[in-house]
Nanobody, 116 residues
Framework: QVQLVESGGGLVQAGGSLRLSCAAS????????MGWYRQAPGKQRELVAT????????DYADSVKGRFTISRDNAKNTVYLQMNSLEPEDTAVYYC?????????WGKGTLVTVSS
C-alpha cells in the first residue's frame, strides 16, 4: 500500500533553515502529484506547497513564497521542502500528501518548531 514517511523536522531559531523530506513507497512515484501541508495548534490544516508529477509545476502559499522551495527526486521517490528564513508562525506539524489516481494519501507528519 502507499506509505509516506516525513522526516527532518525539529527545533530551530527564527531566521534558520530546515529541509523536510518525504519518502514514498507502494506507488509509481513519478505519477503522483505531491504536496506539503501544515497544521498549527488550534488551526486548520493548510496548503504550503505542491509540485506536479514531473516537477515542472510548483505552487506555494503566499505566506511561504520566496522562503520555501518544494522539489522532488523521482529516482529516490522523495519530495523535499527547503524552508529558509523560518518564522515563529511557521511552527506546525508538516504533512506530506500524495495525489495518486484520484486518491489522496497522507503521512503522519513531522513537527517543526521555530523559536523567537
Amino acid at each position: 500500500q502507499v506509505q509516506l514517511v516525513e522526516s527532518g523536522g525539529g527545533l530551530v531559531q527564527a531566521g534558520g533553515s530546515l529541509r523536510l523530506s518525504c519518502a514514498a513507497s507502494g506507488m509509481f512515484f513519478n505519477r503522483a502529484g505531491m504536496g506539503w501541508y501544515r497544521q498549527a495548534p488550534g488551526k486548520q490544516r493548510e496548503l504550503v506547497a505542491t509540485i506536479s508529477a514531473s516537477g515542472g509545476s510548483r505552487d506555494y502559499a503566499d505566506s511561504v513564497k520566496g522562503r520555501f522551495t518544494i522539489s522532488r527526486d523521482n529516482a529516490k521517490n522523495t519530495v523535499y521542502l527547503q524552508m529558509n528564513s523560518l518564522e515563529p508562525e511557521d511552527t506546525a506539524v508538516y504533512y506530506c500528501k500524495a495525489s495518486y489516481y484520484g486518491l489522496d494519501y497522507w503521512g503522519k507528519g513531522t513537527l517543526v518548531t521555530v523559536s523567537s
